[in-house]
């Protein structure tokens, strides 16, 4: 069974930046599509960045919320077996616990309820 563990998080100021990371093991990345999510307190999940399977044999196709894009990147290594969320410009409003997920659904997916496995979660907050 597939299994998702984030690390990464942490405390950064403004305007900072932190590197998350999502090791996956049961399977490799390929047959998976990926979607970085978080969750502030009170809030919905919002999803963030959603990244096609087959990406690393036809290339990656991601795509990204109006929220973080041209702050954030997501990426996938296949040889560490681990997926990235890039995440620069980091504003107060970042704050949230952010969670990595995965579907062998094909192509892209852009809802949650399309994920089937999810990984604990990494608080990330923003604050000076």
């Known amino acids: 069974q597939l299994q998702l563990v984030e690390s990464g998080g942490g405390l950064v100021q403004p305007g900072g930046s932190l590197r998350l990371s999502c090791a996956v093991s049961g399977a490799t990345l390929d047959t998976y599509a990926f979607g970085w999510f978080r969750q502030a307190p009170g809030k919905e999940r919002e999803g963030l960045s959603f990244?096609?399977?087959?990406?690393?044999?036809?290339?990656?196709?991601?795509e990204y919320s109006d929220s973080v894009k041209g702050r954030f990147t997501a990426s996938r290594d296949n040889a560490m077996n681990t997926v990235f969320l890039q995440m620069n410009s980091l504003k107060p409003e970042d704050t949230a616990v952010y969670y990595c997920a995965a579907t062998d659904q094909y192509g892209l997916a852009f809802q949650a309820d399309e994920y089937d496995y999810w990984g604990q979660g990494t608080q990330v907050t923003v604050t000076s």
């Open positions: 990244m096609n399977s087959y990406g690393g044999s036809y290339g990656d196709t991601i």
